[in-house]
Nanobody
Framework: QVQLVESGGGLVQTGGSLRLSCAAS????????MGWHRQVPGKQRESVAS???????NYSDSAKGRFTISRDNAKNTVYLQMISLKPEDTGVYYC??????????WGQGTQVTVSS
Protein backbone atom coordinates (compact mmCIF):
# COMPACT_ATOMS: atom_id res chain seq x y z
CA GLN A 1 0.00 0.00 0.00
CA VAL A 2 1.45 3.32 -1.09
CA GLN A 3 1.23 6.29 1.21
CA LEU A 4 1.37 9.88 0.01
CA VAL A 5 2.00 12.59 2.57
CA GLU A 6 1.47 16.21 1.63
CA SER A 7 2.97 19.15 3.46
CA GLY A 8 3.62 22.82 2.96
CA GLY A 9 0.11 24.24 3.04
CA GLY A 10 -0.86 27.20 5.14
CA LEU A 11 -2.24 30.70 5.25
CA VAL A 12 -0.73 33.27 2.93
CA GLN A 13 -1.68 36.71 1.70
CA THR A 14 -2.61 37.48 -1.88
CA GLY A 15 0.54 37.59 -3.97
CA GLY A 16 2.41 35.27 -1.66
CA SER A 17 4.05 31.94 -2.36
CA LEU A 18 3.94 28.41 -1.03
CA ARG A 19 5.67 25.20 -1.92
CA LEU A 20 3.77 21.99 -1.43
CA SER A 21 5.53 18.66 -1.09
CA CYS A 22 4.22 15.16 -1.60
CA ALA A 23 6.39 12.42 -0.18
CA ALA A 24 5.67 8.86 -1.31
CA SER A 25 6.40 5.78 0.77
CA UNK A 26 7.84 4.05 -2.29
CA UNK A 27 9.42 4.91 -5.59
CA UNK A 28 7.43 7.45 -7.57
CA UNK A 29 8.88 5.88 -10.69
CA UNK A 30 6.30 3.14 -10.15
CA UNK A 31 3.62 5.62 -11.15
CA UNK A 32 2.88 6.80 -14.65
CA UNK A 33 1.60 10.19 -13.48
CA MET A 34 1.97 12.25 -10.33
CA GLY A 35 -0.34 15.18 -9.85
CA TRP A 36 -1.80 17.87 -7.65
CA HIS A 37 -5.53 18.45 -7.35
CA ARG A 38 -7.54 21.08 -5.53
CA GLN A 39 -10.92 20.79 -3.89
CA VAL A 40 -13.14 23.48 -2.46
CA PRO A 41 -16.39 22.88 -0.58
CA GLY A 42 -19.29 22.15 -2.88
CA LYS A 43 -17.14 21.58 -5.94
CA GLN A 44 -15.50 18.62 -7.57
CA ARG A 45 -11.85 17.97 -7.08
CA GLU A 46 -9.97 19.43 -10.04
CA SER A 47 -6.55 18.82 -11.49
CA VAL A 48 -4.07 21.64 -11.01
CA ALA A 49 -0.86 20.16 -12.37
CA SER A 50 0.56 16.80 -13.36
CA UNK A 51 3.88 15.33 -14.36
CA UNK A 52 4.46 12.00 -16.05
CA UNK A 53 7.22 9.52 -15.41
CA UNK A 54 8.97 10.84 -18.51
CA UNK A 55 8.60 14.45 -17.46
CA UNK A 56 5.64 15.64 -19.50
CA UNK A 57 3.88 18.41 -17.58
CA ASN A 58 0.36 19.75 -17.75
CA TYR A 59 -1.25 22.64 -15.92
CA SER A 60 -4.77 23.85 -15.52
CA ASP A 61 -5.45 27.21 -17.11
CA SER A 62 -5.54 28.86 -13.71
CA ALA A 63 -2.16 27.42 -12.76
CA LYS A 64 -0.26 28.24 -15.93
CA GLY A 65 2.42 30.84 -15.41
CA ARG A 66 2.14 30.78 -11.62
CA PHE A 67 2.55 27.15 -10.51
CA THR A 68 5.44 24.82 -11.20
CA ILE A 69 5.31 21.09 -10.64
CA SER A 70 8.52 19.14 -10.28
CA ARG A 71 9.71 15.79 -9.06
CA ASP A 72 12.76 14.44 -7.27
CA ASN A 73 12.89 10.75 -8.03
CA ALA A 74 15.73 10.15 -5.58
CA LYS A 75 13.62 11.58 -2.74
CA ASN A 76 10.35 10.08 -4.00
CA THR A 77 8.84 13.52 -3.73
CA VAL A 78 6.76 15.74 -5.97
CA TYR A 79 6.55 19.47 -5.44
CA LEU A 80 4.17 22.24 -6.39
CA GLN A 81 5.68 25.69 -6.26
CA MET A 82 2.96 28.30 -6.22
CA ILE A 83 3.59 32.02 -6.66
CA SER A 84 1.37 35.07 -7.08
CA LEU A 85 -1.31 33.31 -5.11
CA LYS A 86 -4.90 34.51 -5.35
CA PRO A 87 -7.90 33.97 -3.06
CA GLU A 88 -9.38 31.64 -5.67
CA ASP A 89 -6.41 29.32 -5.18
CA THR A 90 -7.78 28.52 -1.73
CA GLY A 91 -8.66 24.90 -1.15
CA VAL A 92 -7.42 21.54 -0.01
CA TYR A 93 -4.61 20.35 -2.23
CA TYR A 94 -4.28 16.63 -2.75
CA CYS A 95 -1.41 14.70 -4.20
CA UNK A 96 -2.32 11.84 -6.53
CA UNK A 97 -0.28 8.99 -7.92
CA UNK A 98 -1.56 7.02 -10.90
CA UNK A 99 -0.45 3.42 -11.28
CA UNK A 100 -0.95 1.77 -14.65
CA UNK A 101 -3.06 -1.08 -13.30
CA UNK A 102 -3.53 -0.47 -9.59
CA UNK A 103 -5.31 2.81 -10.08
CA UNK A 104 -5.00 6.14 -8.32
CA UNK A 105 -3.70 6.76 -4.85
CA TRP A 106 -4.50 9.93 -2.88
CA GLY A 107 -2.80 11.72 -0.06
CA GLN A 108 -4.67 13.15 2.88
CA GLY A 109 -4.55 16.71 1.57
CA THR A 110 -3.09 19.97 2.79
CA GLN A 111 -5.05 23.18 3.25
CA VAL A 112 -4.04 26.28 1.34
CA THR A 113 -5.76 29.53 2.29
CA VAL A 114 -5.05 32.76 0.47
CA SER A 115 -6.37 35.85 2.20
CA SER A 116 -7.37 38.95 0.28
Amino acid sequence: QVQLVESGGGLVQTGGSLRLSCAASGSILNFSVMGWHRQVPGKQRESVASITRTGTINYSDSAKGRFTISRDNAKNTVYLQMISLKPEDTGVYYCAADHSWLGRYWGQGTQVTVSS
